[in-house]
Nanobody, 122 residues
């Protein structure tokens, strides 16, 4: 079993910055990809950004140029640096990890964090 623990959410004014962290704990071979999703009230959960084991990244158009994802494989931790925040960034942000348990198998299991609230005031 893998646990994802998020931190770093909070309240910030428009134009401000926040940094989210998500640390994975447990016994496994590797985390293939880690990502951040968000869900605003009344809306579906959407992908914000994702980073692979080889540090390939992908971003939603709405956050390109403002958000940066990074990971520390030694710490099994992913970070999300959010700059130039806008009220429309307000949402619960969820960490996601695709975990590969064994080097001899490509099978992976996806886990989710509990979510952290980000609120951007206008």
């Amino acid at each position: 079993q893998v646990q994802l623990v998020e931190s770093g959410g909070g309240l910030v004014q428009t134009g401000g910055s926040l940094r989210l962290s998500c640390a994975a704990s447990g016994s496994f071979f590797r985390i293939n990809a880690m990502g951040w999703y968000r869900q605003a009230p009344g809306k579906q959960r959407e992908l914000v950004t994702i980073i692979t084991w080889l540090n390939t990244t992908n971003y939603a158009n709405s956050v390109k140029g403002r958000f940066t994802i990074s990971r520390d494989n030694a710490k099994n931790t992913v970070y999300l640096q959010m700059n130039s925040l806008k009220p429309e960034d307000t949402a619960v942000y969820y960490c996601n990890a695709e975990v590969r348990y064994y080097s001899t198998s490509i099978t992976s299991i996806t886990y989710w964090g509990q979510g952290t609230q980000v609120t951007v005031s206008s």
